[in-house]
């Protein structure tokens, strides 16, 4: 890949004599032999964010893995204190919705420097992306990327000097399923319009096919429209939803980008089912981790349908289960995300790793959990978390996440053996040895019943199929580890997808036993499923709930 070079540091007349000794070359027959004209010199600092060797890294040439959600900004205008409710929970990069008003109210130039203020002083990378462009050439309504390109020159004066911290995301899903191919030329077009106009931010763009590419045109001519950008910082973003439901079709698309060296990001993914399919989302994370590629969750609130808010109503102590998979599980934010360095005061790199973990002792070992304890680790600066791994003959894999020197590890098998270890973490990224292992063997038998109440609504409707919601909650003292959800629909639905949960149906009978990131509930805490199922001419709720046996009040 190309190292970033300046714009303007060789003389007009000088480029023009290149080209006209080139043209000469080749029409002499000298094209194989010709000794091949020197390269712009490049510039002494690369100007913020930057591509490199097919990777998004800083200035100071750190690796950068964006971590983080997206933002409905511009239809939510006052919900400004979401930026800190996205920071708290460990996020590094923020994609916000911004509208040029082509479909929605204009987003102007005062209001996109507050969003540029709230991500710096909420310490994350902002993604600024223009939502009009949504679905062009199939959308009616939507707007062109050409037009994209004039609203970020309208804001130069606000975007320009925002190189470490703003990513420019020409124009969401820049093109519907009609005719994916005529993306390319006005993507290379928008690109040269924007550095014509002397921007030298990192350039991100979205792909045709509604951002998934399902027809492979942004992974067919990616090379293309990358090199057409002059300073290599260009970004491509792949959206995966129902489209990326196995495992294959989400590692073969990303590995095609790594493998050219050709930069790519997730800028967008969901997980729940819809009724277009069952996107692999654990795939997409593990994938991501594995490969160092970042990832933007859809979104943190505000959907017309909640199926994808992260935090219900904006309220980040409400997180739904979508919302704790992101961020508290497996490959997830928490676990994974590394601030950028360009907020650590312009200071000395720390490159000091924390001291490891003392030995974890195992108490309140369930059929389903255990809860690990450990002496907890020193740091030159600071540690900011604990990594919990299992240990299984020579390989490892995470298990749990904690801020604390405390966790308890859910989703586990009934009289089956474990062997966990802990690593510690600082905000610099640096990662103790390991600790010290400790084995544990689970219980035979289940968790008794809890004082619970249970929410039961239907979310949307579509005649011969609903989306349905299961609100859990503990209304007792103590934490209920593993759990067995049982009830009986009325009128013959049948589930045929889940998430937060696994259910087995016989008849009308329905038994949902939990996933990991849900098998726990504290006290006076919830967890929330979602589902779809069939259904016939009533709909009837079901009235009664057992929880591992005991009745549940209904809500």
Not at 273 to 297: C, F, H, N, S, V
Not at 392 to 404: F, K, L, N, P, R
Request: with cysteine; proline share 4%; charged share 15%.
């Amino acid at each position: 890949m190309r190292s970033r070079t300046g714009t303007s540091t060789t003389p007009t007349g000088a480029r023009a004599l290149v080209a006209l000794l080139a043209a000469l070359a080749t029409l002499f027959g000298l094209g194989q032999t010709a000794q091949a004209a020197p390269a712009e010199p490049p510039s002494t600092q690369a100007t913020g964010l930057h591509i490199s060797d097919g990777r998004l890294v800083e200035r100071n040439g750190n690796d950068f893995v964006m971590r983080g959600v997206n933002h409905a900004h511009t239809w939510y205008t006052n919900q400004t204190q979401s930026f800190a409710d996205i920071k708290e929970y460990g996020a590094n990069t923020v994609r916000v919705v911004l509208s040029n008003g082509d479909r929605w109210t204009r987003n102007d130039a005062a209001d996109v420097a507050n969003v540029i203020n709230l991500c710096k002083q909420n310490r994350m990378i902002c993604v600024l992306e223009v939502h009009d462009t949504t679905g062009y050439g199939e959308e009616a309504a939507a707007g062109t990327l050409d037009s994209a390109a004039d609203y970020w020159i309208s804001l130069r004066d606000v975007l320009v000097g925002q190189e470490d911290y703003v990513v420019i995301n020409i124009g969401n899903e820049p093109w519907g399923n009609t005719d994916p191919a005529g993306w390319t030329a006005p993507t290379v077009a928008a690109v040269q319009k924007l550095r014509n106009a002397g921007f030298e931010h990192t350039i991100m763009v979205d792909a045709p096919n509604w951002g998934q590419d399902w027809q492979g045109v942004m992974r067919a001519n990616a090379q293309t429209v990358y090199d057409a950008d002059p300073t290599g910082n260009l970004l491509f973003s792949i959206h995966m939803y129902s489209v990326y439901s196995t495992a294959q079709s989400v590692t073969d698309y990303l590995n095609a980008y790594v493998n050219a060296g050709l930069p790519i990001v997730i800028g967008e993914f969901g997980g729940p089912a819809d009724q277009w399919g069952d996107p692999d989302e654990d795939t997409i994370l593990a994938t991501a981790q594995r490969l160092g590629l970042g990832y933007l969750a859809w979104s943190w609130s505000g959907n017309t349908d909640p199926i994808l808010d992260l935090a219900i109503g904006f309220d980040p102590d409400n997180l739904s289960t979508w919302g704790q998979r992101i961020f508290n599980g497996v490959n997830g934010i928490t676990q994974t995300s590394r601030e950028a360095t360009v907020f650590g005061g312009g200071g000395p790199a720390d490159t000091q790793a924390p001291t490891a973990p003392g030995t974890p002792t195992a108490s309140g070992v369930t059929a389903t959990s255990a809860t690990l304890a450990w002496t907890a680790s020193t740091d030159n600066v600071g540690v900011t978390a604990y990594d919990v791994v299992r240990v299984s003959g020579g390989t490892e894999s995470a298990v749990a996440t904690s801020t604390t020197n405390r966790v308890t590890v859910s989703g586990l098998t009934a009289s089956t053996a474990y062997t966990f270890a802990v690593y510690a973490r600082d905000a610099a990224g640096n990662r103790s040895a390991r600790s010290a292992t400790v084995s544990v063997t689970t219980t035979g038998g289940g968790t008794p019943g809890a004082t619970c109440s249970v929410a039961y609504r239907v979310v949307g409707d579509w005649g011969s199929g609903f989306q349905g919601e299961i609100t859990i909650r503990n209304t007792g003292t103590t934490a209920i580890n593993g759990w067995t959800l049982a009830f009986t629909f009325a009128n013959g639905q049948t589930i045929n997808n889940m998430w937060g949960g696994t259910p087995t149906q016989s008849g009308g009978n329905v038994s949902v036993t939990p996933a990991s990131y849900t098998s726990a509930i504290p006290a006076a805490g919830s967890v929330t499923l979602g589902f779809t199922a069939n259904r016939g001419g009533s709909n009837t709720a079901p009235t009664a709930f057992t929880l591992s046996g005991s009745a549940c009040a209904t809500a």
